[in-house]
C-alpha cells in the first residue's frame, strides 16, 4: 500500500521553516495536500489509504467512522515537525531626515553636473521606461520611479536647476 515514491521532503508551514524530513503527502477531502509522518503510528489520528486511482487519500478518524482494515493510522506531519518557526523581519527603521548630498539629483539620473537638457531628458525616459508602475509593480521600484520624476522635474528647469547646483538643495515648489 505505501510505497517509497510518496516521500518527499517537508516544505513547512504558513508558522513554520521546513524542517527537511521526509514525508508522505496525502490528499485530504477537500482535495488539500495533507502531509502525514512516514510510518504508521498507533497513536495517530489520521486515516490512510490508497484510492482506486492510485493516489493517498487521508482522513480524520472519528468514532462514526473508526479505522478500515484496508487504512493505516498516521501522525499529521504537522504535529512531528521540527522546523523553525517563521520569524517576521522587523520593520525597517524610517530614515532619518537628512538633505541629501551635492549632487543626488545627478546621480539619480545616472548623469554628471555637466550634462545637457538633451542627456538629463534622455537618462529619464530611459529609467521611467525600466522603473514605470506598469511595467515594474514592485513597490520600491515605485518609490524611484517617483524620485527620478522629482529629480527630473528639478534639473529640465534651468532655473531649478541653477538654485539646486547653488544649494545644493531641491527648490520648493512654485
Keep these: ?86 520569524v517576521q523581519p522587523p520593520p525597517p527603521n524610517p530614515p532619518k531626515s537628512t538633505p541629501p548630498p551635492a549632487g543626488h539629483l545627478y546621480n539619480l539620473l545616472g548623469v554628471t553636473r555637466t550634462a545637457t537638457q538633451d542627456d538629463i531628458k534622455k537618462a529619464y525616459r530611459r529609467l521611467a521606461r525600466q522603473l514605470h508602475p506598469d511595467v515594474n509593480p514592485d513597490p520600491a521600484v515605485a518609490a524611484r520611479f517617483q524620485e527620478i520624476g522629482e529629480a527630473y522635474h528639478v534639473l529640465s528647469d534651468p532655473g531649478r536647476r541653477t538654485e539646486y547646483d547653488r544649494t545644493g538643495r531641491s527648490p520648493r515648489a512654485r
Design 1 to 86: 500500500m505505501l510505497s517509497r515514491a510518496d516521500l518527499k521532503p517537508c516544505t513547512g508551514t504558513r508558522d513554520k521553516l521546513p524542517c527537511g524530513k521526509n514525508v508522505r503527502w496525502t490528499r485530504s477531502g477537500a482535495g488539500l495536500a495533507f502531509p502525514v509522518d512516514p510510518a504508521p503510528h498507533p497513536q495517530g489520528n489520521t486515516a490512510v489509504w490508497r484510492d482506486v486511482h492510485g493516489v493517498l487519500r487521508s482522513r480524520r478518524i472519528t468514532t462514526d467512522r473508526p479505522l478500515a482494515p484496508s487504512e493505516k493510522r498516521m501522525m499529521p506531519h504537522a504535529a512531528t515537525c521540527t522546523g523553525k518557526p517563521r
